[in-house]
């Protein structure tokens, strides 16, 4: 938390494309009431990524958006189909990915397993962002035996360890079990295993597990609540944090923090630009607003933060739904804006009836 009595806070806010823009601008409209409650100032300068940046600026990741990001105390990001992206990542160097899988109790039916498979499920996916196969060596050529194209997965040991590092810290303040992605019987030379146990020599009180990311992926879907903290490279990561999707009863839910070494952050979503629903403003914009949660206890501002959570977890358990959860029997279908409504009116009610101004305000 900032030190002064009325903290400010500037925020970089890129849509980027499909129902990005969507979800950003609910999510801000949620975080401006927020502060307002708690007395701190969000001041929010736009950005631009991916193919409006490409318009704009003949640049995926151009350099008006660097200005803007630079200095800042975080970028909230809505999603891109192609380009800027990963180079933004890569930037700010932004290695260590947070992806909460956490079940809300009134959505336990919405799970693809069955409610008492994964009642209290509490995972956190920590996934290497900037390395890896999504970065090493690679194009396309072509030989005798004809054209190939090729993607290599390339760790230095530093990059391991230091994402290990993060995920231990991690496992000991949770409940001291740190699970290994790996896949060191085809390809050995990526000794996740031997280089986290090493690390782990520093954290006595945590539990280092190894497990071949295919049987990871399956006890995943089996016997999810037996996980704490999962550590993940980039490619394997970004496939088991959509099993959580699945989990939770929508990948529309998720939402994950991106930090570099000096506690900077990327606040994006977990799933991507969904086409299909663009435009219609019927986006879940619940994803954007865990991420826009994270962020706030990034910057130590934790009653903002349980005030979003709180106020999310009272509108779901009134059977308010978006489309992506397929309400269903007394369930009540709503649009992303309305979704909006009932959140800020959720914060403003609780115990605060004197910022009903406020939210009017907002509104
Ligand atoms: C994610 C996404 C991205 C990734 C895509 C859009 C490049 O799937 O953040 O999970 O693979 O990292
Ligand atoms: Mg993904």
Redesign the pocket.
Known sequence: MKSSSNPSYRIVAIGGEGIGTEVVEASLKVLQLVAKLEGFTLQINYGWLGKTALEQFGSYFPQATVELCNGSDGIVFGAVTQGGLLELRKYYDFFCNLRPIRIVDSLLHKSSLRAEKVQGLDILVIRELVSGIYFGPAGRSSDEKGAYGYHTMLYYDEEIRRIARQALEKAQQRRGLLTVAHKENALPHLPWTRLVQEEALRFPDVVVEPMLVDNLAMQMVLNPQRFDVILASNLFG??L??IGGALVGSVGLLGSASLNSDGFGLYEA???TAPDIAGKGIANPLGTLAACVLMLQQWGELGAAQRIMAAQERVLAKGYRTADLSPQGAEILVNTEKLVDLLLEELSSEKHSKYKELYESIK
């Open positions: 970004d496939i944090s959509d977990v799933h991507g």
